[in-house]
C-alpha cells in the first residue's frame, strides 16, 4: 500500500476507438398497435360531424409500451413538400396571415406540410427547401414531395448510424383493392387501407454510401437509400448522426394503386370518407395523391406501419450504430527498486511481526510485495481512480513491471 | 441569441439520498427481483456472434453466466473476420435481413447480476468460495471493525431449544436428565421458571394441536402446552394455555385430559389450567411456585406476571423420581425409566447410569408421545418458593450469586437445583461414541486437572465438518444443566444422537446424504435443529454459570480487541499476540481444530520420493504408508473403512490452511442490488424451510444497523444484539455465521434490503431580462409582432426553443430543449430554470 509516483505525461496517452452494436427492429413492432403509441393532439371538426382526432406521429416501441421496461425505438410521421403537386392541386389559396388553404377533402394538410418543414429546418437548415434524393441532386425529379420520416432514438443510434449497414424491408403495394377498379387483380369486397400485404417486398439499403460521402451543413452526413435491387434507384436519404430517414413515397410505394376503405373525415355525419367504392365517397382513390391528402397522418402512419412493413417476427429493418469510446492509457512503471514493500498492517512475517530490513542488513534481507491495486491522484493526492488487478503481481528487486490502465469513458 | 454569465448567484445545489426497497426471491420456481447489468435493456440489440453458447458459459456451468471481459475481447476480435454472418454482409444482400434477425439477442443486455450464495469449505480442495470466506474473514472485518464492532468470525452464545414434531421424524426425542441422588427433587417448597414462545401450530384449519410436555418429573411436576380458545384468519390456533399437573396427577398423560373440565378426582385433583392465554409466536416468561409455607399451602402458575392461584393442603408435592424431562412426557413406569440411563449407554454417551444393566428400555415411542412444539430456553427448577420480586429479576436477568434487593436468600443461586439456559459450555461428556466420521466413533478420555470431560469443543462436530464438509451440531455442549457451573451434567439426548453407517451396508456417503438422507438422519436432523438462534428480547442472559466454571478462560470465549492482528492460523502459538478478554456471550468461531504440522505444505511424509505427476488419488492408492491416507480421513473410497479416519487431521484445512469455522453461509450482493450501501436498519433474510425440518423451522433474520445480523421471528421485542451473522453494508457482504441455521436459505432465498444513493442536483437559474435575447440568427427568423393588435405592433418575437450552457471556453457542455416554444417579446422579463441530477 501507498508507495506514490509521479507519473509524467509521457506515460499517459489518449486513443479513440469505435463499438458498433448491431439493432434489428421486428415487423411486429411497427405493426401491432400495443407497440405502437399515438399522441392524438390534433383535434378538428365541424357542427356536422364527430370531428377527427390524430397525432402529429407515432412511436414505435420494443414491446408494449404500457410497460415499464419498454423502449422506444423510433417516431414516424409523414410530410409534404409545400412545393409539390399533391399541395398545389389540394390548395385553394393563402389568408391574409400567409396560411395555407386547403379544399374539404383534405385533412391535416398544413401540418403535413409543416412537419415536411420542421424536418428541412433541421437538417437542411431550410424550412422552404425541398428534400433531394440522391442528396445534392439538382434535378427537379428527384425532389422528395411525399416523405415517410422516421427518427431513431437515440438509444439505438447512439453516436450514429454505421454507414453501409442499413435495410429496411418495405412493400411497395398495398393488398390489391376492390374489383370494381382493380378487377383482375382481387376479389370484390376487401379494404386495402388496413389490411396485411403478403408479397411484393424490396429492401431499401444505404449500400454505397461509404463511398459516397455526402453532408449536410446542419444535419451532418448523409448517406442515399436505394432500392437493393436496383442501386440506381435512389430513394431516400438517411442523416447518419441524426439518426433520420427519409423516404420518398412516390419511389417506394406503387403511388397510383387505388386504395379502398373508410376514413376519418370531417364534413359529413359519417365522420369518414369512403374510397375506392363505387358509387360512393372517392371511388377513384390513389395512394398519392388522394389517401396522403384526405387522410390523417394517424391514417397515413397506420396505413403504412400496419401494411408495409409486415407483421410478423421477422426483420424489417436493421442497422448498425457507432459508439465512440475515448480512452486515456496511463502506464504506471515499477523499476527494479520500486514497489517491492508494503505498509499493509498485514506485511508480516510467521511470527507476526511487521517485516524490515535492519539498516545493516541491507544487502541481505531483501522485502517483497504482492501489487493488487493501482491508485491514481491528482496533484493534490486526491484519489480519483482506482485499477484492481485481476490477480496479485510479485514485485521484487529482480521485476520490472509496467501496468498499463485504461480509462474509458 | 444571447450569452448570460450564470455567477455562483444563480446556482443552487442539493443533495438526497434515496432509499429504494428491494425484493429479491431465488427459487426452484425461479428468481424475482434479480438486477441486470445493464439499466437500459432491449432485446433489439443483437450480437454478431452467439458468445453465450460458446466455452465461455460452460466453463461457468451457468447459463446466466457472462464474463464481460471475454466478451467484449471476442466482439473486438470478430469485428476482424468475416464470419459468414452478419459481419461480412453488405445490407443489400438478400441474407442481411435474415442473418440480423437469426442473430442472438445481445449478452450485454441478457446479462444478470444474481445474488450468490456461498458456501466454503465444501470440498477437499481450495476454492474461490474459500477465498472470498478469509477476505471477509481477514480483510473486510478488520477493516470495517471500526465501524461495525461486533464483526468477527463468531456469534452470540445465546440459544433457545427447540422442540417441534412433523411425521417424518423422530417425535419421542427430548432431553433426559437423570435424577442421580435425587438431586433434583426440591424437598418440599419450589419453584419452575422458564421461557416460552408457541411457535408452532396445527398446520392444518380443525386439526388437533397435541398437548406437548414442557417439563416431567414423574409423580411430581409436568407442565404441558396445550391449544388456547383463540384461532387466528386461516383457522389456526393462534393462543395456548398451560397444564400444570402436580404430584400424583402428573402420572396421567395430558393428552387424555379434558380441557373443558380438567380437575376430577384423586389422582386428576391436581391439574390446573392458565386463566392467561399464551398468543402464538411471543416470549413469555413462565413460573409455577408451591410453597407448603406460603399462603395456606398454596401456589400460583405465573405467566407474565399475571398469576393463576390454586390450593394444594399437602407438606409435599414431591416424590422421589428417576429424571427430568425436557419436551417430552415420559408415559411409563419407574422401572423402565431408568433403563434410559443404563450402564450401556452411561459408557457410550457419557451420561449418569441409573442401573448397572445394559438393556435398553421398549417401547421407546410409546413412552415418550407428548413432543412438545415450541422453544423454550432459560429453564430453572429451584428448591425454594421465590417470592414476586425474585421472579421479575428472573424472568429478564437470570440467575447470579449477586445479593437481590427484595430478597431473603443471600443469593439466588444457590437454590438453584437444575438450570438449562442453554449456553455453549466447551465440554462434553466422556463417552466411547464420540462420532469423527460417518463411519467411525473415537473414545474421548477425561482431562483430570482441571476435571473436564472432553468430547467435542467445539459448537460442531470438527470431525465432520473439516473432512467432510458436513454439519453436526454438538448438542451435547449446549444442553448441560449448569446449576452446578463446575459439575455440568449432561442429559440423554433421546433421539437427537444419529450414529454410524456400516460402510459394507451403506457404501461410501456424501456429506448430504450421510446428514439428510441416511438410516439415521432423523435423528441427525432434529439434533441440528434443536438448538436455535434466540430472537427473545425480553431477556438478559447472565453468564454466570461459565464465568464460575473452568471454562472461563477458554479459547471459545477469547476475542480479539486488536482489530489490526488477525487471528492465525498458526495455533494456539500465536495467540498470546491476542489480548485476553474473555467474553462469554460470544463463541470463537477460530481455531477450532489444532493446527497440525502435517498441515504444512512440504511437510507431507510419503513413503516414495514425491512425484509430481501423482495425484491424490495416486498416493492414496499406491503409497500405503502416505500419511494422506490419514489425512483425507473419510473423504473419500480409500479411507472410509473404520482405521481410515483420524481425528486430528482433516482433508479441507490441509487443502485450505484454514482452522476457522466452514459452517457458514454468504451472500455476495452486487451493488446493482444496493448503490452506494445497504441503508442500516433495512435488511432482512428469510429462510422458510430451514434444511432438514421438513417446512417446519422457519428463520428470518434483521439487521441491527450495527452490522450484525439477529433473528427476527417472535412478534415481542427481539434482541437485536443476538450476533448470528454480520453484513457489511458497504460491501453488500451478508455472512450467517451461526452454526444452528443449517444449509441457510438453500433452497429459498428471500431478501429484502433498502438501498442508499445519493442524488446531487444542481439548479441553474437563467435571467431571461428584457434587453437580452431579442434577436434570432435562425436564417428563417421573420420579425413579426406577437399579436395583430395595436399594443403590440411594435413589438417583435422569439421564440425560445433550447437553452446551451457553456464553460469558460464557450464550448457547450449542456443542452436542455424545452417541450414547447417560450414566447419572448423586448418586454418580457423571466427565469428559466434548469435541473440537473447527477
Not at chain 2, 71 to 83: F, G, I, M, R, W
Amino acid at each position: 500500500m501507498a508507495t506514490f509516483k509521479t507519473i509524467s505525461s509521457a506515460d499517459i496517452k489518449t486513443t479513440r476507438s469505435v463499438l458498433n452494436q448491431l439493432v434489428d427492429f421486428i415487423e411486429e413492432d411497427v405493426s401491432g398497435s400495443s407497440t405502437r403509441k399515438t399522441f392524438q393532439v390534433f383535434v378538428t371538426g365541424t357542427n356536422s360531424d364527430t370531428g377527427v382526432t390524430s397525432s402529429l406521429y407515432n412511436t414505435v416501441f420494443d414491446q408494449n409500451y404500457q410497460l415499464q421496461t419498454a423502449n422506444e425505438l423510433f417516431d414516424i410521421t409523414v410530410g409534404l413538400f409545400s412545393g409539390s403537386n399533391t399541395v398545389a392541386d389540394a390548395n385553394t389559396g393563402v389568408d391574409i396571415n400567409g396560411k395555407l388553404l386547403f379544399t374539404s377533402q383534405s385533412l391535416m394538410m398544413r401540418e403535413k406540410v409543416n412537419i415536411y418543414r420542421q424536418y428541412a429546418q433541421l437538417l437542411l437548415g431550410d424550412a422552404n427547401q425541398e428534400f433531394k434524393a440522391p442528396f445534392g441532386s439538382s434535378q427537379a425529379t428527384d425532389t422528395i414531395n411525399e416523405a415517410l420520416f422516421i427518427n431513431f432514438k437515440r438509444l439505438f443510434v447512439r453516436d450514429g448510424i454505421k454507414r453501409e449497414t442499413f435495410a429496411m424491408r418495405f412493400f411497395q403495394s398495398a393488398s390489391a383493392a376492390e374489383r370494381v377498379e382493380d378487377a383482375a387483380i382481387h376479389a370484390l369486397g376487401t379494404d386495402n387501407i388496413f389490411r396485411g400485404t403478403i408479397s411484393g417486398s424490396v429492401i431499401f439499403t444505404d449500400v454505397g454510401s461509404a463511398v459516397n460521402i455526402e453532408r449536410s451543413q446542419t444535419g451532418g452526413s448523409v448517406g442515399n437509400l436505394v432500392n437493393s435491387s436496383n442501386t440506381s434507384e435512389t430513394t431516400g436519404l438517411l442523416f447518419y448522426q441524426q439518426g433520420i430517414a427519409i423516404l420518398d413515397l412516390a419511389k417506394i410505394t406503387s403511388g397510383s394503386q387505388k386504395m379502398s376503405g373508410s376514413i376519418a373525415a370531417v364534413g359529413n355525419s359519417n365522420s369518414s370518407i369512403i374510397l375506392g367504392r363505387s358509387g360512393q365517397g372517392n371511388p377513384k382513390a390513389k395512394f398519392i395523391p388522394d389517401f396522403l391528402v384526405s387522410g390523417s397522418i394517424d391514417d397515413i402512419v397506420n396505413h403504412v406501419s400496419s401494411v408495409r412493413f409486415g407483421s410478423g417476427s421477422q426483420t424489417f429493418l436493421t442497422f448498425q450504430n457507432n459508439t465512440q469510446i475515448n480512452s486515456t492509457l496511463i502506464f504506471c512503471r515499477a523499476t527494479a527498486d520500486e514497489f517491492n514493500y508494503s505498509s499493509n498492517p498485514t506485511y508480516t512475517d510467521s511470527e507476526g511481526r511487521i517485516v524490515v530490513i535492519d539498516e545493516s542488513e541491507q544487502g541481505i534481507q531483501k522485502s517483497f510485495s504482492f501489487i493488487t491495486t493501482v491508485g491514481l491522484y491528482d496533484a493534490n493526492e486526491e484519489l480519483l481512480a482506482v485499477a484492481k488487478l485481476s490477480r496479485p503481481i510479485e514485485k521484487n528487486d529482480e521485476k520490472d513491471l509496467t501496468m498499463r490502465v485504461r480509462l474509458d469513458f | 441569441m444571447s450569452f448570460v454569465k450564470i455567477t455562483k448567484n444563480y446556482q443552487e445545489y442539493s443533495s438526497l439520498i434515496l432509499r429504494p426497497e428491494m425484493l429479491y426471491i431465488s427459487s426452484s420456481g425461479g428468481i424475482t427481483g434479480s438486477q441486470y447489468s445493464s439499466h437500459v435493456r432491449s432485446n433489439r440489440f443483437k450480437d454478431f456472434e452467439d458468445y453465450t453458447t460458446t466455452a465461455i458459459e460452460q466453463q461457468a456451468g451457468s447459463v446466466a453466466y457472462h464474463d464481460e471481459e471475454q466478451a467484449h475481447q471476442v466482439t473486438e476480435d470478430s469485428l476482424t473476420v468475416t464470419n459468414g454472418r452478419v459481419i461480412g454482409l453488405l445490407p443489400d444482400n438478400p441474407i442481411y435481413l435474415d442473418a440480423v434477425n437469426q442473430s442472438p439477442v445481445s449478452a450485454r443486455m441478457r446479462c444478470q447480476k444474481l445474488i450468490k450464495r456461498i458456501e466454503p469449505g465444501k470440498s477437499a480442495s481450495f476454492t474461490i468460495d474459500d477465498y472470498k470466506k478469509n477476505t471477509i474473514r481477514k480483510n473486510l472485518n478488520t477493516f470495517y471493525k471500526s465501524k461495525y464492532p461486533d464483526l468477527g468470525w463468531h456469534y452470540s452464545n445465546y440459544h433457545t431449544i427447540n422442540f417441534f414434531k412433523t411425521a417424518n421424524l423422530p417425535n419421542d426425542s427430548c432431553l433426559m436428565y437423570a435424577n442421580k441422588d435425587q438431586t433434583y427433587t426440591p424437598t418440599s417448597s419450589f419453584t419452575l421458571s422458564f421461557h416460552i414462545n408457541p411457535r408452532y401450530d396445527n398446520i392444518t384449519p380443525g386439526q388437533e394441536f397435541d398437548a406437548g410436555t414442557i417439563f416431567h418429573m414423574s409423580s411430581s411436576l409436568a407442565v404441558s402446552l396445550v391449544s388456547g380458545s383463540r384461532t387466528d384468519k386461516k383457522g389456526l390456533v393462534s393462543s395456548y394455555k398451560l397444564l400444570l399437573q402436580l404430584s400424583q396427577s402428573a402420572d396421567t398423560h395430558p393428552g387424555n385430559i379434558n380441557l373443558s373440565s380438567v380437575s376430577s378426582g384423586y389422582p386428576n385433583d391436581l391439574i390446573y389450567l392458565s386463566e392467561i392465554e399464551l398468543s402464538k409466536n411471543t416470549w413469555n416468561h413462565v413460573a409455577i411456585r408451591w410453597s407448603p409455607d406460603q399462603n395456606n399451602m398454596s401456589g400460583s402458575l405465573i405467566i407474565n406476571k399475571r398469576q393463576t392461584y390454586f390450593h394444594i393442603p399437602s407438606s409435599s408435592l414431591m416424590t422421589e423420581n428417576d429424571a427430568i424431562i425436557l419436551g417430552n412426557y415420559y408415559n411409563g413406569n419407574s422401572v423402565n425409566l431408568k433403563k434410559y440411563f443404563n450402564a450401556g449407554k452411561a459408557d457410550s454417551r457419557g451420561i449418569n447410569s441409573l442401573v448397572g444393566t445394559t438393556t435398553e428400555p421398549i417401547g421407546q415411542s410409546t413412552d415418550l408421545n407428548s413432543p412438545l412444539q415450541a422453544e423454550i430456553h432459560n429453564v430453572m427448577l429451584f428448591d425454594h418458593y421465590l417470592n414476586n420480586r425474585e421472579i421479575t429479576f428472573i424472568s429478564s436477568k437470570g440467575v447470579n450469586n449477586r445479593k437481590l434487593r427484595g430478597s431473603l436468600l443471600s443469593d439466588l443461586y444457590s437454590k438453584l437445583i437444575f438450570y438449562v439456559p442453554p449456553y455453549f459450555i466447551p465440554e462434553s461428556p466422556q463417552r466411547s461414541e464420540v462420532i469423527v466420521s460417518p463411519y467411525r466413533y473415537i473414545y474421548n478420555e477425561n482431562v483430570s486437572s482441571p476435571p473436564l470431560k472432553k468430547g467435542w469443543t467445539g459448537p460442531f462436530n470438527p470431525g465432520l465438518s473439516f473432512s467432510l464438509g458436513a454439519r453436526m451440531i454438538n448438542l451435547e455442549n449446549f444442553a448441560a444443566d449448569l446449576s452446578i457451573p463446575k459439575a455440568p451434567k449432561f442429559p440423554r439426548l433421546q433421539s437427537l444422537t444419529g450414529s454410524i453407517l456400516d460402510y459394507t451396508v451403506d457404501g461410501n456417503v456424501t456429506k448430504d446424504n450421510y446428514i439428510f438422507n441416511s438410516r439415521f438422519s432423523g435423528q441427525i436432523k432434529k439434533r441440528n435443529l434443536t438448538i436455535l438462534p434466540n430472537d427473545n428480547g425480553l431477556f438478559s442472559p447472565d453468564y454466570f454459570p461459565i464465568q464460575n466454571s473452568y471454562h472461563s478462560t477458554s479459547v471459545y470465549y477469547q476475542h480479539s480487541v486488536n482489530s489490526f492482528v488477525s487471528q492465525s492460523n498458526n495455533g494456539p502459538s500465536n495467540q498470546a499476540v491476542f489480548e485476553n478478554v474473555y467474553d462469554y456471550s460470544k463463541i470463537s468461531l477460530e481455531n477450532l481444530v489444532i493446527f497440525n504440522d502435517i498441515y504444512r505444505a512440504g511437510q507431507f511424509f510419503v513413503n516414495e520420493a514425491v512425484d509430481s505427476n501423482l495425484g491424490i488419488d495416486d498416493y492414496l492408492n499406491h503409497h500405503a504408508g502416505s500419511q494422506f491416507r490419514q489425512l483425507f480421513g473419510p473423504y473419500n473410497n480409500f479411507t472410509a473403512g473404520l482405521s481410515r479416519a483420524h481425528e486430528n487431521l482433516y482433508a479441507i484445512p490441509a487443502m485450505t490452511k484454514d482452522i476457522s469455522s466452514n459452517e457458514v453461509t454468504i451472500f455476495d450482493i452486487s451493488q446493482l442490488y444496493y448503490g452506494l450501501a445497504v441503508s442500516d436498519f433495512s435488511f432482512s433474510i428469510i429462510d422458510d424451510n430451514v434444511s432438514g425440518s421438513d417446512g417446519k423451522v422457519r428463520i428470518k433474520l434483521k439487521d441491527n444497523g450495527k452490522g450484525s445480523l439477529y433473528r427476527a421471528d417472535a412478534k415481542t421485542r427481539h434482541a437485536k444484539w443476538n450476533n448470528v451473522g454480520d453484513i457489511i453494508c458497504e460491501e453488500g457482504i451478508v455472512t450467517v455465521k451461526s452454526p444452528h441455521l443449517i444449509k441457510f436459505c438453500k433452497d429459498k432465498t428471500n431478501i429484502k434490503l433498502k438501498g442508499e444513493q445519493t442524488l446531487h442536483t444542481m439548479i441553474l437559474n437563467i435571467p431571461v431580462l428584457k434587453d437580452y435575447f431579442n434577436s434570432s440568427s435562425n436564417v428563417t427568423y421573420v420579425n413579426a409582432p406577437p399579436t395583430a393588435n395595436k399594443n403590440d405592433e411594435h413589438l417583435t418575437t422569439k421564440y425560445i426553443t433550447a437553452v446551451n450552457i457553456h464553460d469558460n471556453n464557450f464550448n457547450i457542455i449542456m443542452k436542455a430543449h424545452f417541450s414547447q416554444p417560450i414566447v419572448k417579446t423586448e418586454e418580457d422579463e423571466f427565469i428559466i430554470r434548469l435541473k440537473q441530477d447527477f
